[in-house]
């Protein structure tokens, strides 16, 4: 294995070097292709608080990213579905973690105390974890009045469905916060960095996106660990020409 080693250091050199040369004409000039943001914000969001989501804990820190983690409290610490002690890391590394109801259920299915139930609990839960709570994503994007008054009757500053995006600041509606496109297995960095170009391109907003599993294809609403490393170093190297990324809270809460 020393070979190829040998070559990735001659080729790291020569790279280098190529840097280097044309250091006035980077200065000067601005790349055709490279966009300037003025007025984009993005967010991560991640759904339901599977196992596999803590996956992307070290890639968030070595990207110096916060994103929001919806989870299900009810179902913390089952089989599949990431620990207290796992949320509570990606809670130290000023990670937002948000509720997004007891069980998971349709909540325009349920009224009254049940209702009251799903939601209010599961901000007690994970208040009671320690967690400095604002935030709330609806189970499938759905709710009706009533479920929106109870998020905010049960204290959230705010709730997100899966459509409509992108998003104004400060947003038309805090419980009906619209997100981009679901990010299936088959979005590709590039789709996903032309939604935030495209958002700067049309005047500015908020782009809010919604990830669930984070896994190799094991359901349809999936991004590979791979797909998603690209993705963040890419975002992170985009803070270099203005673009911000923050958690739902830092946006709705002015921070
Ligand atoms: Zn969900």
Redo the contacts with the bound molecule.
């Keep these: 294995m020393k070979f190829p080693k040998i070559l990735f250091i001659i080729f790291s050199i020569v790279l280098a070097g190529c840097s280097n040369v044309p250091v006035t004409q980077q200065i000067s000039e601005t790349p055709k292709n490279v966009t300037i943001f003025k007025n984009t914000v993005v967010s991560l969001t991640f759904?339901?608080g599977a196992a596999d989501n803590y996956d992307v804990r070290s890639i968030l820190a070595q990207n110096d990213l916060h994103a929001t983690f919806?989870v299900?409290s009810g179902f913390t610490g089952m089989d599949g579905y990431m620990t207290e002690e796992q949320l509570r890391g990606l809670y130290e590394d000023g990670n937002e973690i948000g509720g997004?109801s007891l069980d998971?259920v349709n909540l325009t299915e349920i009224s009254g105390d049940d209702l009251k139930k799903e939601i209010c609990q599961d901000y007690a839960n994970l208040m009671d974890y320690g967690f400095r709570v604002t935030s709330f994503?609806y189970?499938?994007g759905h709710y009706d009045e009533e479920a929106k008054q109870a998020v905010i009757d049960c204290g959230y500053a705010s709730a997100r469905g899966v459509s409509g995006g992108p998003e104004t600041i400060p947003p038309a509606d805090k419980y009906a916060l619209r997100a981009m496109p679901y990010i299936v297995n088959d979005t590709s960095v590039t789709k996903m960095m032309r939604y935030i170009t495209s958002v700067e391109q049309e005047g500015g907003g908020w782009a809010i996106f919604v990830f669930?599993r984070v896994c190799d294809g094991c359901s349809q609403y999936t991004v590979d660990l791979d797909t998603f490393s690209k993705f963040a170093a890419r975002i992170a190297d985009q803070k270099q020409n203005g673009l911000v990324i923050k958690t739902i809270d830092e946006v709705i809460n002015g921070k």
């Design positions: 759904d339901d919806y299900v997004h998971h994503a189970p499938f669930h």
